[in-house]
């Protein structure tokens, strides 16, 4: 007999792992191809992608230190990957670089939008796209795609407060 973690793992597809930032195995979800991303990589990931939106918009580094009510260095410090931020401050840099959360999780993470490069691309191209829509239309297509998603996955997603309203 399984116990409750090994099948709730092997439904949500994770496999047991180890990381050199973690100092217990841990489990993690296999990218497209297979291998699984470790932490510190990642971690390269967000500081490329915060360093390229910087670039993009023509802002110095010390400018958005400033935004940020931090030193330079110490914004220098998330730019280089030696510092790990926590969810405030992503939220702090998405309203001072003027990109989504989603954008930079799936510039870590896409396998987490698809079980192919292809999908997860159009995924986040979606999520883009409905960012444009006015408001109005928002809620048009909310209510259309509640009438083609299964009810039971609109019961799973409610129970755990992932349809916009709080569980």
């Given at each position: 007999m399984r116990d409750s973690l090994t099948r709730y793992a092997e439904a949500k597809g994770l496999v047991e792992t180890t990381d050199p930032e973690v100092d217990k195995r841990v489990y993690r979800k296999p990218g497209f191809d297979g291998a699984i991303t470790e932490l510190g990589e990642m971690e390269a990931l967000i500081s490329g992608f915060?360093?390229?939106?910087?670039?993009?918009?023509?802002?110095?580094r010390a400018d958005v230190a400033r935004m940020l009510g931090l030193s330079t260095a110490v914004?220098?410090?998330?730019?280089?990957?030696?510092?790990?931020?926590?969810?405030?401050?992503?939220?702090?840099?998405?309203?001072?670089?003027?990109?989504?959360?989603?954008?930079?999780?799936?510039?870590?993470?896409?396998?987490?939008?698809?079980?192919?490069?292809e999908e997860a691309a159009d995924r986040i191209a979606v999520?883009?796209?409905?960012?444009?829509?006015p408001?109005?239309?928002?809620?048009?297509?909310?209510?259309?795609?509640?009438?083609?998603v299964p009810q039971d996955h609109q019961t799973a997603l409610a129970s755990i407060g992932t349809d916009g309203t709080d569980a």
């Open positions: 915060l360093k390229r939106s910087r670039e993009g918009i023509g802002l110095p914004y220098g410090r998330y730019e280089r990957a030696f510092s790990k931020m926590n969810v405030t401050r992503m939220i702090h840099l998405c309203e001072v670089l003027g990109f989504k959360p989603l954008d930079i999780i799936f510039h870590a993470a896409p396998h987490l939008w698809g079980a192919t490069p999520d883009r796209l409905m960012r444009e829509l408001g109005e239309v928002v809620g048009d297509l909310l209510r259309l795609l509640r009438r083609l």
